[in-house]
C-alpha cells in the first residue's frame, strides 16, 4: 500500500491533518523563547503567554501564580485539543489516537496503586492523575479496599486490562513491585502499539515504527540505569526490554550486563544513532542523559511533519506540546525560585 495513500488519506484523514498541522503552528517560537527567558515573575510569563495559543487558558487566572496553575492550565489546552481530534476522528484513526494516551494511563494506574498502598485519600490521588491518562471508570480504583480488588477493578475497568491480564498477577501489586510494574506494562504497551502501526502500514508504519523503536531503546538505557545497584537481577531487567528497537536484541544482551554508566555508555556509542547523543555527555555525567534524549526526540517528532498522509503527526503533535509544557514547567520553576541562570539548562527547543 506504501506510495499510494495519497489517493484515499483524505477521505478520512485530510481534515484532522490539516488540524495538527495548524495546531502544530501554533507551538512556541524562538522568540517567544527568548521573551520567556527575560521574565522577572510569573505574571511576567503570564501576560507573555496572553500573545499566544495559551492565552485564553490563563486570562482569568488571579495572581500571585504558581507553577502548578500554568501547568495545569496549557496541559487543558492540550486535553482540549486531543478530545476534539477524537471526536472527529473514524477508523483506524481513532483507535490510534487512544493508543496515544495508555502511557498517561499506566502512568495514572501506578499513581493509584502506589496511593492505595499508602492510604491516601482517593480525591487527591484523581486530582495529581495526568488529564490524558483519564478514563471512565478510574475512579473505581480509588476505592478498591486492598490489592486484591483494585487488580479485579484493572482487569475489568480499564483499557488496559490485556497488558495486565498478560503480565500482571495480583501477587505483583505490591510496594516492592511498583516501578516493576510499570515498565513491564510500558513493555506490553509499546510491543502492542508498534504491532499496531506495521498492520497499518505505509507512511504511519514506517513514521511510528521508528519514533516507537527510539521510545524503546531510550527506556532500555533508563531501566538499565536506574537498576544499577539495586537487587534487580540481570533477566529480570533483560525481561523489562522492549522486543524491537535498534538495541535488539544484541544491544539488549549488552545492556543487562552493565555494572556503571560508562558500561552503558560503551554499550551505546556502538550504534551510530546514539554516538551523538552521548557525545555530548561527559565521562561519568548521567545527569543530562535526559536532555539529550529529548533533543534528539524532538528532531524526530518535528522530520514526522516533513511527509504527508501519514498518522505519526498526532502523536509527534502531542509529543512536541508535551514537551513545551516540560519547558514552560522549567522556565516557571528557574524564575519562582530566582534561579535564573539555570533556565537553558533544562529548556529543549522545539523549531
Request: aromatic share 12%.
Amino acid at each position: 500500500m506504501y506510495g499510494f495513500e495519497a489517493l484515499t488519506f483524505n477521505i478520512h484523514g485530510g481534515y484532522l491533518e490539516a488540524i495538527v498541522r495548524g495546531h502544530r503552528g501554533g507551538l512556541l517560537t524562538a522568540v517567544d523563547y527568548n521573551n520567556l527567558c527575560q521574565c522577572e515573575t510569573l505574571d511576567d510569563i503570564k501576560m507573555h503567554l496572553s500573545a499566544t495559543e495559551y492565552g485564553p487558558y490563563l486570562q482569568n487566572e488571579p495572581s500571585p501564580l504558581r507553577t502548578t496553575t500554568i501547568v495545569e492550565k496549557c496541559t487543558q489546552k492540550l486535553v482540549d485539543e486531543y478530545k476534539h481530534m477524537l471526536a472527529q476522528a473514524t477508523e483506524p484513526l481513532s483507535t490510534f489516537l487512544e493508543y496515544i494516551t495508555y502511557g498517561h494511563m499506566i502512568d495514572n494506574i501506578v499513581l493509584i496503586v502506589t496511593g492505595t498502598l499508602h492510604e491516601r485519600d482517593v480525591h487527591e490521588l484523581l486530582e495529581k492523575c495526568h488529564p490524558l491518562g483519564m478514563f471512565e471508570s478510574i475512579a473505581t480504583l480509588a476505592v478498591a479496599q486492598n490489592m486484591r480488588e483494585l487488580y479485579r477493578l484493572v482487569l475489568i475497568d480499564t483499557p488496559l486490562a490485556p497488558y495486565f491480564s498478560e503480565c500482571i498477577t495480583s501477587e505483583d501489586l505490591d510496594e516492592m513491585n511498583i516501578e516493576i510494574m510499570r515498565n513491564t506494562l510500558y513493555k506490553a504497551y509499546l510491543e502492542d502499539f508498534y504491532k499496531f502501526c506495521k498492520k497499518l502500514g505505509g507512511a504511519t508504519s514506517e513514521i511510528m515504527c521508528d519514533l516507537l523503536a527510539f521510545e524503546a531503546d531510550r527506556r532500555a538505557v533508563n531501566i538499565t540505569i536506574n537498576s544499577i545497584g539495586t537487587e534487580l537481577t540481570r533477566d529480570d531487567r533483560r525481561k523489562l526490554f522492549s522486543s524491537f528497537g535498534q538495541l535488539y536484541p544484541y544491544g539488549h544482551e549488552e545492556l543487562a550486563v552493565c555494572e556503571d554508566f560508562d558500561q552503558v555508555r560503551g554499550v551505546m556509542e556502538k550504534y551510530p544513532t546514539y554516538q551523538s547523543i552521548f557525545a555530548k555527555l561527559s565521562y561519568g555525567e548521567s545527569q543530562m542523559l535526559d536532555k539529550a534524549f529529548y533533543e534528539d526526540e524532538v528532531k524526530r517528532l518535528c522530520l514526522a511533519f516533513e511527509q504527508q498522509f501519514h498518522y505519526a503527526v498526532f502523536f509527534s503533535y502531542v509529543r512536541l506540546r508535551e514537551q513545551e509544557i516540560r519547558n514552560l514547567m522549567w522556565i516557571s520553576e528557574c524564575v519562582a525560585q530566582n534561579q535564573k541562570s539555570r533556565i537553558h539548562d533544562g529548556i529543549v527547543f522545539i523549531f
